[in-house]
């Protein structure tokens, strides 16, 4: 029996992490869940799975989850401090992090000081801190799981081989909702065009990102880290079907691919039971229903976010956290309709120009490097909004 704290249990990660908790009842078990203010569905989760431990980020929304709970041994807290306070708990075997964007990085931290393994979905954990974030796992001896599609694909391609044997890996991009699409379409492009993905179902801000490619400029900032790459050993190819989930090519020319159905819920029980590997009913793929997998190159030009995230990670330093706060921010503008679709590249490109490098940063640096980004790509909307 494992114990898993869901670091954003309400969410679509969460969910269907609770998902592969039911379905397994002799394997896991939910001992801390968390949301940021969908208090009702946490309340809906804690009375089904009793866990130890519930966290409500807001804290107005304390009483109303403390009330519901009430005729329960559960211990209900509030506020982000609760929870990063709450994963160094002693019944936690494994933290899942499925908070979204930067709220992420301290909780991870917390657990892996305190021993705990982790299921890594919140990739801005590593994007902004990778270097930080894989030292501390390895001091501690903590194994960091991917829970990203693409990152799971290439951490299965990986099981049995030698570092030293990777010529390079390959991470799949279904392209998102605006593939092949140019400028002049783009430049008018809606909120609700941006929130119909082609094949997965994702959060809104997971969602508006790969319309962008941002989220696959934040998965190529993440392999380098998980994988202990240089950035040259990273390519992006545009594979609408999301069949291949991604390949890793060796020295000897050989190439493996991990591949399946669009479902998050494999790379989450894959995360939950490795090494294992347990059988579960979800749909099979069949090479009959996908004739054909087609592949190309990505238009870096048209969609700038990957080339700013390719460019942050050739920077180093805390470049890639300027460009994870400022498209954190560029992403609630357009989600208000107070920044365009183009918009937000040209928000972040900003950001990077403004905000100070810091080559060797360390976790305050990031903190304030975080911060001083909101605050200048906040003012920057406020301004041209005025």
């Given at each position: 029996?494992?114990?898993?704290?869901?670091?954003?249990?309400?969410?679509?990660?969460g969910t269907q992490t609770l998902q592969v908790v039911r379905e397994n009842p002799e394997l896991?078990?939910?001992?801390?869940?968390?949301?940021?203010?969908n208090a009702d569905l946490l309340i809906k989760q804690a009375l089904e799975f009793l866990p130890e431990y519930v966290v409500v980020g807001q804290d107005n929304l304390f009483y109303t989850v403390k009330e519901a709970l009430r005729h329960t041994s559960i211990q209900v807290l509030a506020g982000s401090k609760a929870i990063t306070d709450m994963v160094t708990a002693p019944e936690i075997?494994?933290?899942?992090t499925a908070l979204v964007g930067f709220a992420g990085l301290?909780?991870?931290?917390?657990?892996?000081k305190a021993g705990k393994d982790i299921a890594l979905a919140n990739k801005e954990t590593l994007v902004v801190a990778g270097e930080l974030v894989m030292k501390l796992a390895k001091e501690h001896n903590v194994s960091i799981l991917p829970v990203d599609s693409e990152h799971s694909a290439?951490?299965?391609c990986l099981v049995g081989e030698e570092p030293q044997s990777i010529e390079k890996i390959i991470l799949t991009a279904s392209g998102g909702p605006f593939r092949g699409k140019d400028i002049e379409f783009l430049s008018a492009v809606t909120k609700s065009q941006a929130l119909k993905h082609p094949n997965w179902v994702m959060g809104a801000k997971i969602t508006i990102d790969s319309a962008s490619l941002m989220n696959k400029g934040l998965e190529v900032i993440e392999a380098k880290w998980l994988f202990d790459l240089r950035a040259d050993q990273i390519d992006v190819i545009v594979h609408p079907q999301s069949i291949i989930h991604s390949l890793v090519q060796f020295k000897d020319s050989s190439v493996k691919a991990q591949m399946g159905l669009p479902d998050m819920k494999l790379p989450i029980q894959y995360a939950l039971t490795y090494p294992q590997r347990i059988k579960n009913n979800f749909t099979r793929f069949s090479f009959a229903d996908f004739p054909y997998l087609t592949f190309e190159q990505p238009d870096?030009?048209?969609?700038?976010?990957?080339?700013?995230?390719?460019?942050?990670l050739d920077t180093g330093g805390n470049m890639?956290?300027?460009?994870?706060a400022a498209n954190e921010v560029a992403v609630a503008g357009f989600l208000k309709e107070q920044v365009t679709f183009l918009g937000m590249s040209d928000l972040i490109e900003e950001c990077t120009q403004r905000i100070s490098l810091h080559k060797e940063p360390g976790l305050e640096d990031y903190l304030n490097t975080d911060l001083e980004t909101r605050t200048l790509a906040q003012n920057l909307i406020f301004k041209k909004g005025a």
């Open positions: 029996m494992k114990s898993i704290a869901i670091l954003g249990s309400t969410g679509s990660i896991f078990r939910a001992c801390l869940l968390t949301a940021q203010s075997d494994l933290v899942l301290q909780p991870t931290i917390a657990a892996i290439i951490f299965q870096l030009k048209t969609f700038r976010n990957l080339a700013l995230a390719f460019a942050a890639p956290c300027i460009v994870n």
